[in-house]
């Protein structure tokens, strides 16, 4: 007989046989930042995360930079919507400041924007609406001015997410035209309509008021269509490829590792950790070990990077 359990016998051996180790290298840290001052807000369906004005940030960096995460993905919460979103290419918007302020205070500390509109349109849709629908061509112009805009900030890394046919080829054409062609570009490429978005809905304000997003984002049942997004991306020119939800997704994430030669990305979404966190609270699972687990399991999916709000106390874990 064969026998398997020889190699699992001591913590040591299975040390040795361990084929995936997570890592707080693979990490980048969702941060909410909202316009106004004195803001340190709880989000009540995601506990342990919070919206902080900018004054009241470098707590949560200071604690970033101890941990050795190596990167923050910032989403803003603006003061003002309106129906194109036009705060998010004003040079002085909130996410602007926080790109200034990171890079003035945290140099090293490697910063990514999300790149969309839902957060500061009046209706909450990911671009222009014509005819109770997002127009693609029309926000694609936009796209270009937002990015440009987190390009003279100082932003690290630009990553789009709204899932808009064209906006890789856009934003690398824009950036190198401005001369930005060492700035790269994440594509959130494989992004579902997902429930598992609702407490970041919450979070950054920015539900759709009506309708919902399956004209832009995907059915969740495709996974040849997956391949087919990334296929583009890819061809676009985008340095990173992202998949999101995670954890439902985790036959994409193989998919993109086992297809692209480009560094494979996933979005351990909100929804993700608040279910753990529920769960946990109730003392229904051990929390800490089923968010380490579930890490670990988009890393042995594929995923080089993972995108968490877990990054913080996964890294506490990690780093002792
Ligand atoms: C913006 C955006 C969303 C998320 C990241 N970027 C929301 C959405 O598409 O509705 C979700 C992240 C999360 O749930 O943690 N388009």
Redesign the pocket.
């Known amino acids: 007989m064969y026998r398997t359990r020889r190699l699992r016998k001591t913590e040591n051996i299975r040390r040795l046989v361990r084929e995936t180790k997570l890592s707080v290298d693979d990490f980048i840290y969702?941060l909410f930042i909202e316009e106004g001052s004195a803001i340190e807000a709880d989000i009540v369906s995601m506990p342990g995360i919070k919206r902080f004005s900018l004054d009241r940030i470098s707590k949560e960096l200071d604690e970033v930079v101890a941990l050795n995460i190596p990167s923050v993905m910032l989403?803003g919460i603006p003061s003002q919507k309106d129906e194109e979103g036009t705060e998010t290419w004003n040079d002085n918007g909130i996410i602007q400041q926080a790109i200034r302020l990171i890079k003035e205070n945290y140099p090293t500390l490697y910063v990514v924007t999300?790149v969309?509109?839902?957060?500061y349109t009046s209706h909450g849709h990911?671009g222009i609406i014509y005819q109770n629908d997002v127009d693609n061509d029309a926000t694609l112009p936009n796209i270009a001015k937002q990015v440009i805009s987190h390009a003279k900030a100082g932003v690290d890394m630009v990553a789009p997410?709204?899932m808009i046919d064209g906006s890789i080829e856009t934003i690398r054409k824009a950036l190198d035209d401005e001369g930005y062609y060492n700035l790269p570009i994440m594509g959130?490429s494989v992004?579902y309509a997902?429930a598992?978005?609702?407490?970041?809905?919450d979070?950054?304000d920015?539900?759709?008021a009506f309708g919902d997003?399956r004209t832009y984002?995907m059915d969740p049942a495709n996974r040849n269509e997956g391949l087919r997004e990334a296929t583009y991306d890819d061809a676009e020119d985008a340095d990173i490829l992202m998949v999101?939800?995670a954890l439902s997704y985790l036959d994409i994430i193989r998919d993109l590792k086992n297809n692209f030669d480009k560094p494979i990305a996933c979005?351990?979404?909100?929804?993700?950790?608040a279910m753990v966190k529920a769960a946990a609270e109730k003392g229904w699972i051990d929390g800490e070990r089923v968010m380490m687990e579930s890490l670990l399991s988009m890393k042995r999916a594929g995923a080089d990077i993972i995108i968490t709000?877990f990054a913080k106390e996964a890294a506490r874990l990690l780093n002792r």
């Open positions: 969702p989403f999300d969309c509109f839902c957060e990911c997410s709204g959130y992004k997902s598992f978005y609702g407490p970041f809905r979070a950054a920015s539900a759709p997003r984002q999101k939800p979005y351990n979404v909100s929804g993700e950790y709000y």
